[in-house]
Nanobody
Framework: QVQLVESGGGLVQTGASLRLSCVAS????????MAWFRQAPGKEREFVTA????????YYADSVKGRFTISRDNAKNTVYLQMNSLKSEDTAVYYC?????????????????WGQGTQVTVSS
């Protein structure tokens, strides 16, 4: 059974940094495009960033470009989200998602597997 487990969330102040991790129990992890989404209270889930299975190319939402960095370690079946210069509007539950041998998609329904989410709260 495939599981994605996120960790690293917490409560931080504006301008701080956090690194989220997502460990995937997928034997063929290297063949999955991995993404991070987030959902703020009262809002729909939104795409944050993704990293390709094929060449590790990355794609970011405009709201996080230049502040967030996605990376992956296929040997550890792990995808990371480094979040710098955090803002109050980054407060949300962050989810990682996996899609088999796919190019980027920002549509959450396109992803095959999801984690349970980790809370990030940025206080001003």
């Amino acid at each position: 059974q495939v599981q994605l487990v996120e960790s690293g969330g917490g409560l931080v102040q504006t301008g701080a940094s956090l690194r989220l991790s997502c460990v995937a129990s997928i034997p063929t992890f290297s063949t999955y495009t991995m993404a991070w989404f987030r959902q703020a209270p009262g809002k729909e889930r939104e795409f944050v960033t993704a990293i390709s299975w094929f060449n590790k190319s990355t794609y970011y939402a405009d709201s996080v470009k230049g502040r967030f960095t996605i990376s992956r370690d296929n040997a550890k079946n792990t995808v990371y989200l480094q979040m710098n210069s955090l803002k109050s509007e980054d407060t949300a539950v962050y989810y990682c998602a996996a899609k088999w041998k796919s190019s980027f998609t920002i549509t959450d329904n396109d992803y095959d597997y999801w984690g349970q989410g980790t809370q990030v709260t940025v206080s001003s």
